[in-house]
Structures are given as structure tokens and as C-alpha cells.
């Protein structure tokens, strides 16, 4: 199995509800990433999970709350977000956090609407 | 400031031609190179890589050449494909000695169109 999986694909939320982003991997793979891409734009680093820690947060805004419930899964814990926040929101996973040469293997997105 | 610039938005090649996909990077602690194809509305698909101690690494059609003095990567594909038409992103990543993970920095992405 070596695919990173996402769900749902799609998501529309309004500013006031909340709802969670789920990512799972079965490659054994020990770090885990949340990276937001809008259109037209490279994808931006949000988050960065290392043997189930959080590592590194890149000053993301509080109404995104990770959490890795062990090392297979991933959530994205969405809450008072903003028309703004709309975008494609990937999961990505690494073999191991910090290993030289390492890719990173990515889902395939939630695009979310914010009405 | 970007540290991993793409400055052709976008390319049009005729199939069976050369594709040439350029990327430079201004951080001198980046030292392994990712090219990314990204189809709209779906996660970006590894292509080739190359380690800062290569000058090239080649995978069927796909080629990356890296010019370290220069800062400079580039993806050769050859023959051009309609099916390689994509969006193409350069991602460089540097060693992290805390173990916090493998931090992909990438380009803005070159969107190609191979025309039949």
C-alpha cells in the first residue's frame, strides 16, 4: 500500500461549524505533513508531525487544530474558519522525519469551501 | 522572499518534442531536488528526484539536470506526451537535524500543454 488517503474529497462548511479532515497511510511512514494550496499557488507548509509529535506548526491561526491519534492517521480539526481559508488542503507522509533524501508522498486534497 | 522560483508560468510543446522545465533555488542548504505533477484538484504525484552530490538523474523520459554553482535545476522530458500535460512543480528540501520532518519548499509551478 502506498498511497496517502484523504477524506472527504470535498467539504463546504459555513464560518460557524465545525468539522474535521481525516488523512491515513499504512506506508509504516513516521512523519506526517498538512500542507494548504490555493489555486494558482504552490502548496504551503502548515504543519509537520514527527514520530506522532508535532514538530513544527509554520504559525498557522488557532482555528486549525492538528492531531495525530497515532501513527497511521492524521486529522485536521476545522473550527470558525474563514471565506478565506477555502483551498485544498493536502496530507503528506515521509518515511522518516529528518532522513536525507526522503519525498514526501501526498493525498489526493480536500477542497473546501468556506461559505 | 521565494527560495525556489519557477519563472515560466507556463510552456506549450508539441508531442514528440522536447519539454524543458526550469527552476532556480537561492537557499545553499538545500540539498535534494523533487520534481511534482499536480493535475487540478488532486495531491501532487512524485516524478524524479536529485541529490545535491548528482548532476543529473534520468528516469525513462524524464531527465533532471542540476547546476549547483548556478542554483539552477531543469526536468527534460522527451518525447512530449499529451498526457504529460500538467502542472509541474520544483521542490527542494534541505537536512533537518532536529528530526522534525522533511520541509518541501516549492516553486509556483509551470503549467504544461502538450499539443497533438
Known amino acids: 500500500d502506498t498511497e496517502v488517503t484523504q477524506t472527504p474529497k470535498h467539504l463546504v462548511m459555513g464560518m460557524t461549524n465545525k468539522k474535521s479532515l481525516k488523512c491515513e497511510q499504512h506506508?509504516?511512514?513516521?512523519?506526517m505533513y498538512w500542507y494548504k494550496q490555493k489555486a494558482k499557488k504552490p502548496p504551503e507548509l502548515m504543519f509537520v508531525?514527527?514520530?506522532?509529535?508535532?514538530?513544527i506548526n509554520e504559525s498557522v491561526p488557532s482555528r486549525f487544530s492538528p492531531e495525530c491519534p497515532n501513527s497511521s492517521l492524521l486529522n485536521l480539526h476545522l473550527h470558525a474558519l474563514q471565506p478565506e481559508d477555502s483551498a485544498l488542503y493536502l496530507c503528506?507522509?515521509?518515511?522518516?522525519?529528518?532522513?536525507?533524501?526522503?519525498?514526501?508522498?501526498f493525498g489526493s486534497g480536500t477542497q473546501l469551501s468556506v461559505l | 522572499d521565494q527560495q525556489v522560483k519557477q519563472n515560466s508560468p507556463s510552456l506549450s510543446v508539441q508531442e514528440g518534442r522536447i519539454s524543458i522545465l526550469n527552476c532556480d533555488y537561492t537557499?545553499?542548504?538545500?540539498?535534494?531536488f523533487l520534481w511534482y505533477k499536480k493535475y487540478p484538484a488532486e495531491g501532487p504525484t512524485f516524478l524524479i528526484s536529485?541529490?545535491?552530490?548528482?548532476d543529473k538523474n534520468e528516469d525513462g523520459r524524464f531527465t533532471v539536470f542540476l547546476n549547483k554553482s548556478a542554483k539552477h535545476l531543469s526536468l527534460h522530458i522527451v518525447p512530449s506526451q499529451p498526457g504529460d500535460s500538467a502542472v509541474y512543480f520544483c521542490?527542494?528540501?534541505?537536512?533537518?537535524?532536529?528530526?522534525?520532518?522533511?520541509?518541501?519548499?516549492f516553486g509556483g509551478g509551470t503549467r504544461l500543454m502538450v499539443k497533438p
Open positions: 503528506a507522509s515521509s518515511p522518516s522525519a529528518g532522513g536525507p533524501n526522503e519525498k514526501l508522498f
Open positions: 506506508m509504516g511512514h513516521r512523519a
Open positions: 508531525y514527527s514520530y506522532e509529535k508535532l514538530s
Open positions: 537557499n545553499s542548504m538545500f540539498d535534494y
Open positions: 536529485i541529490s545535491s552530490i548528482k
Open positions: 521542490a527542494a528540501s534541505g537536512r533537518m537535524n532536529n528530526n522534525a520532518g522533511n520541509m518541501l519548499t
